[in-house]
């Protein structure tokens, strides 16, 4: 979409029509503000949605060196942004230009607007997601503000929270930023604080966790002491779903996830084959509607929440989180997905995050834009990530451990490789070592049918070989594949572990009341089109088994 069509969607006017069914509306409450008064500030959370009845209000990004006004809302337009209904903080401060009215929202009542009111809804929901794009475009939006070395795991792990967690940052390179040095002179800084997360002139944290990262940006809230009808473990395309089918049917609904929503789909720079999108959608684009869908309908996504067992109560499903807290089910879904699995070689672990990566995004193509650079992998996430970085690099290396490209890729993205002038497919080929100082700089290769060995000079090399999925935190009762995936469906009736009368539902483990879907479930197609129809399709064994209890 043109910049100008992505303006005209994020700031539409209501229709004196529409602002006048505002003002009778129940839910809203008219309030009124004076020149310089501020409506809501950056960071604040609980937020509310305030349309605009007279006057105007400066939307104002104080994350930069000096407060900056984005746009002015006027009669009939209204302030916001997605954090009004995930519950997230405000990325940007409201000022009344003006001496002005308002009608206020409460974060509930704007759930009920757009949900009850679909003309609005839609208005809404659309200029928020264009919101966020334009947000998130380079040189529109300061946001929070990384400094640390591209050689850095943990500005490596920094920026790859945020960016999972769709913030707005900018990432400011100790090695080739020349704000840097005077920012951290400003901060009273060196390079040894690094990684350092600022906002505005203000200095939020230094080498955070992610723990520590989302509790201070309001990402991450307490979790309500209640029993949850469905807990779904993962956000995947499996996961989210689930959310939002399970929410929208009046389920008690809550998504634990351990770094950010989206799974493996949700590092796709290109998805082209899921049915609905003619022209591609990239896996963040998808999962933000996804979650937008999930917390329209009330579902929780809390993060990070991750889960490190599960236990058994008299029915219920205990999940114990990293941390000590303790969320209750009556039922669980598994959809933790599978991830892609170490590659394992001669000095490849401690050049993780230093050159060595498992996804190809816009954070990690930052880190090697002009150069020569290695996909190892036969699959459809090789491929996609094959196209993407040709187009940003000079030379993309496909690694493939076969002898035949579309053997496990789709004919549509091997022809395209096979078409790219920026591609080069090495067919029987692997990784045999890696080397660098303190970050990747040749990786040596090997045709496992010739024995030919080549060494490549190389800032990156992009690992998408073979799949481990996340199971490691579920007890002895859900039965596992030998491969550690979790088995479903009527055979498990057989399993020492299975209680019920009745034979499991076709989604569900060895446990009554805990379904599986997505990769991680055992014989499942690899595929985001399967996981959300999976995900979609367990909320309906979800119903049956609580119709039981």
Same mark, same amino acid.
């Given at each position: ?119 609005? !809804? ?5 200029? =928020? ?9 380079? !040189? ?28 707005? =940052? ?79 049917? +009046? ?85 933790? +997905? ?16 230093? !050159? ?13 834009? +002009? ?69 990747? +700089? ?108």
């Amino acid at each position: 979409m043109a910049e100008n069509d992505l303006h005209a969607v994020a700031f539409p006017k209501f229709s004196e029509a529409k602002l006048a069914a505002m003002g009778r509306c129940s839910l809203t409450k008219l309030r009124r503000y004076r020149a310089g008064e501020k409506l809501f500030e950056v960071g604040e959370t609980g937020l509310h949605f305030y349309v605009v009845k007279s006057g105007e209000v400066d939307i104002v990004d104080v994350t930069g060196d000096e407060p900056r006004v984005l746009v002015v809302h006027r009669a009939g337009q209204f302030a916001g942004d997605i954090q009004q209904l995930n519950g997230g903080p405000a990325l940007v401060t409201a000022v009344a230009k003006t001496d002005c009215e308002a009608y206020e929202v409460s974060p509930d009542g704007l759930r009920e607007l757009v949900n009850n009111h679909p003309d609005l !809804g839609d208005l809404i929901l659309q200029a =928020f997601l264009a919101r966020r794009q334009l947000l998130t475009a380079p !040189g529109n939006f300061t946001g929070l503000r990384v400094i640390g070395s591209r050689y850095s795991q943990d500005t490596f792990r920094v920026r790859e929270f945020l960016a999972k967690n769709r913030m707005p =940052f900018t990432w400011l390179d100790l090695e080739a930023d020349p704000q840097v040095a005077q920012l951290l002179k400003q901060f009273e800084l060196t390079e040894a604080d690094t990684p350092v997360v600022a906002c505005g002139r203000t200095v939020l944290l230094r080498n955070p966790s992610d723990m520590q990262l989302a509790e201070t940006l309001g990402i991450r809230r307490p979790l309500e002491q209640m029993v949850y009808d469905l807990v779904v473990v993962g956000s995947g395309p499996a996961g989210l779903a689930a959310a939002v089918y399970g929410a929208s049917e +009046g389920l008690s609904t809550i998504v634990l996830e351990r770094s950010g929503p989206g799974g493996q789909a949700g590092r796709s720079m290109r998805i082209e084959n899921y049915l609905g999108f003619p022209f591609g959608i990239t896996g963040a684009e998808l999962a933000d509607k996804a979650v937008m869908q999930a917390n329209k309908f009330g579902a929780r996504l809390p993060v990070p929440t991750p889960v490190t067992s599960m236990t058994f109560d008299n029915g219920y499903k205990l999940l114990h989180l990293d941390g000590g807290e303790t969320v209750t089910a009556k039922c669980v879904l598994i959809a933790t +997905g599978a991830e892609y699995r170490r590659l394992g070689v001669a000095g490849c672990e401690p050049l993780e995050g230093r !050159g060595v990566y498992y996804a190809a995004t816009p954070n990690e193509a930052t880190m090697c834009r +002009g150069s020569e650079v290695l996909v190892v992998g036969g699959g459809n996430s090789a491929g996609q990530a094959a196209v993407y970085l040709g187009g940003n690099c000079r030379k993309v290396y496909l690694l493939v451990r076969g002898d035949d490209l579309y053997k496990n890729m789709s004919s549509y993205l091997a022809h395209r490789i096979e078409q790219a002038a920026t591609i080069e497919v090495l067919l029987n080929t692997e990784v045999t070592r890696m080397s660098g100082d303190g970050h990747l +700089g040749e990786v040596e290769i090997v045709n496992r049918k010739t024995g030919q060995k080549r060494t490549i000079q190389t800032p990156a090399l992009f690992s998408f070989i073979g799949a481990v999925p996340r199971t490691d935190w579920l007890p002895a009762e859900v039965e596992r594949d030998d491969k550690s995936f979790v088995r479903t469906g009527p055979a498990l009736a057989k399993s020492p572990h299975w209680r019920a009368r009745r034979h499991p539902f076709l989604l569900e483990t060895s446990r009554a009341g805990v379904f599986a879907a997505g990769d991680v479930r055992s014989e499942s197609v690899k595929r985001v089109a399967s996981a959300v129809g999976e995900g979609s399709m367990a909320v309906q064994f979800v119903h049956e088994y609580l119709k039981e209890m």
